[in-house]
């Protein structure tokens, strides 16, 4: 059960078991649970559970409106097999970033 809960929330769309809502609530993985296996669970239980698995609330992805859809074919296309080949022969892993979540003004502590 473990592994399909995981499965589900961390690759599929909500809308691809018939939920209306695009985004994943913690209701909705226990309706998930229920149809799934017959069990149910509370919402404190479900989150727990997503907890314990290393799923954890995210904002929605933005997306760059600037965004070129072509561009990004070719560099998945080109480039990148380039990246991962030089990345598997360093032994080095990947991690993808970017400033979006960044702010100028953000004030992160008290005075």
Excluded at 23 to 37: D, G, N, P, Y
């Amino acid at each position: 059960m473990l592994n399909w809960v995981y499965n589900t929330v961390a690759a599929k769309d909500p809308r691809q078991l018939q939920f209306a809502f695009a985004l994943w609530t913690s209701r909705m993985v226990a309706q998930a649970i229920w149809e799934k296996f017959r069990i149910r669970q509370s919402k404190t239980s479900v989150c727990r559970l997503l907890n314990q698995l290393g799923l954890s609330p995210q904002r929605p992805l933005w997306r760059a409106y600037q965004r070129n859809p072509e561009l990004v074919e070719k560099w998945i296309r080109e480039e990148y097999p380039r990246v991962r080949s030089l990345a598997k022969k360093l032994k080095a892993d990947i991690f993808f970033g970017d400033e979006a979540g960044v702010r100028s003004d953000h004030h992160a502590g008290a005075t």
